[in-house]
C-alpha cells in the first residue's frame, strides 16, 4: 500500500528518491512501475542501475571463487603481469 507506506516515512529530506518512485507508483500505478522509477531524476537512475550491476558482479564473483578457488581456470580473463 503506496499511501500507508508513504506515511510511515521520516519527514523531510530523508529518503527522497525512495519517496518519489512511491509517489510516482501512486501517480502511474503500481502496474506501472518503469514509469515511476522516470520520475527519479537521470544521475539517480543512474546511480541505481550502476548499484545493482555491482551487486550482480559481487553475486557472481563470489560463486566463482566458492565453486573453482581462486586461481585461473580455462575461460577466464586475466592479465599475466
Known amino acids: 500500500n503506496v499511501d500507508a ?6 519527514r523531510g529530506n530523508a529518503m527522497m528518491r525512495e519517496k ?3 509517489k510516482g507508483l ?6 506501472n512501475p518503469l514509469s515511476a ?3 527519479l ?3 539517480a537512475r543512474v546511480f541505481w542501475i550502476n548499484a545493482y550491476q555491482s551487486y550482480v558482479w559481487n ?3 563470489t560463486e566463482r571463487v566458492l565453486k573453482l578457488g581462486t586461481k585461473a581456470v580455462v575461460g577466464d580473463l586475466y592479465m599475466d603481469t
Open 37 to 39: 522509477i522516470r520520475c
Open 41 to 43: 531524476h537521470y544521475g
Open 59 to 61: 553475486v557472481v564473483a
Open 5 to 10: 507506506t508513504l506515511k510511515v516515512f521520516p
Open 26 to 31: 501512486k501517480r502511474y500505478g503500481s502496474d
Open 20 to 22: 518519489t518512485v512511491l
